[in-house]
């Protein structure tokens, strides 16, 4: 009976009352809800807010759907102690005389322990992934799976020959998880193809987007973090961004092509390069508005 009253609830205006009056919705909604007879608003919200966060999930890009999907199960089976972090984090040793390859990949899936930094993690690998992928890689998703297959083994090579230094193989030793270190460089490559957004930071102040690696790195610092997984993120994006921008404006050559055989997994997509909406942009220096 509450099902059919909260249905007719919300597709008819008024509803009879038993006396045969027209009794307007508003106040029978009041009425029944002051009693504690009706909880349908309540699920009402519950049901549109999993609608919303389903919609949200299935509109996403095919790499960054998949790579936040791997991330979140991986670390939370870590957490419940079904996957053990032992079988996945880099370990050269275990790769080249175990032929334990998976090691190669499993280290970009774990972001540590499910807290508030795997919540601010999470929120930059959903946000600036899809905003890669949807802006700068729309209709061109085997470009943007290279991207990232260059980024991990940049991060990976740089991590192998840092633990060869002798001053520098302490510190890379202890770097045996890069997933944070690889969703720095996405921010940075971001950054660096969008440098005239406006940004804040906790309301506190505001920059351009180009400065948006340099302030998560300050930040970084700041809270007692060790600076060295977002400076490989930053290295690894701004090596994938001169080869793949600058180095073909200097030479009129593009070191890095994405293989035929990751074009032929996607089909090509028409592409609709839209504006976004209430985005403010810094204007552009004035070197470059008169560049012949």
């Known amino acids: 009976m509450l099902t059919s009253l909260a249905y007719s609830d919300r597709t008819k205006a008024s509803i009879d009352s038993p006396s045969g009056s027209r009794v307007p919705r508003r106040f029978l909604r009041l009425n029944l809800a002051w009693r504690g007879r009706i909880g349908f608003d309540s699920d009402y919200y519950e ?3 999993a609608q919303g966060v389903e ?8 790499i ?25 984090y880099l370990n050269p040793t ?20 499910m807290d508030l930094d ?35 083994t940049v991060l990976t090579g740089i991590v192998l020959l840092g633990g060869m230094i002798p001053y520098l193989s302490a510190s ?11 969703t720095f460089m996405m921010v940075y490559v971001w950054s660096k193809q969008n440098p005239y957004i406006h940004m804040s930071f906790l309301g506190l102040f505001t920059f351009t987007a180009a400065y948006l690696p340099w302030v998560l790195l300050g930040f970084s610092v ?9 400076l490989l993120g930053m290295i690894a994006g701004h090596a994938y961004y001169f080869l793949s921008e600058v180095y073909p404006r200097m030479t009129n050559r593009r070191p890095l092509k994405t293989p035929a055989f990751l074009k032929a997994l996607f089909a090509d997509e028409p592409v609709v390069v839209a504006r976004p909406e209430n985005v403010r942009f810094a204007a552009a220096p004035f070197d470059e508005i008169h560049q012949d």
């Open 172 to 182: 890379f030793a202890k770097i045996i998880f890069l997933s944070n270190s690889l």
């Open 222 to 230: 700041l809270v007692g973090a060790s600076p060295w997984v977002d």
């Open 64 to 88: 960054t759907r998949s790579y936040l999907t791997a991330a979140v199960v991986t670390t939370v089976g870590c957490s419940l102690d079904i996957i053990s972090p032992y079988s996945l």
């Open 47 to 49: 049901i549109k807010m």
């Open 118 to 152: 795997f919540m601010f993690h999470m929120f930059f690998l959903a946000r600036y992934c899809k905003l890669l992928e949807e802006n700068s890689f729309r209709g061109k998703t085997a470009d943007f799976l290279y991207m990232l297959l260059f980024g991990a």
């Open 94 to 113: 275990l790769v080249v005389k175990q032929h334990q390859y998976w090691r190669l990949v499993t280290n970009f899936l774990y972001f540590r322990k």
């Open 55 to 62: 919609e949200w999930y299935k509109q996403m890009p095919i």
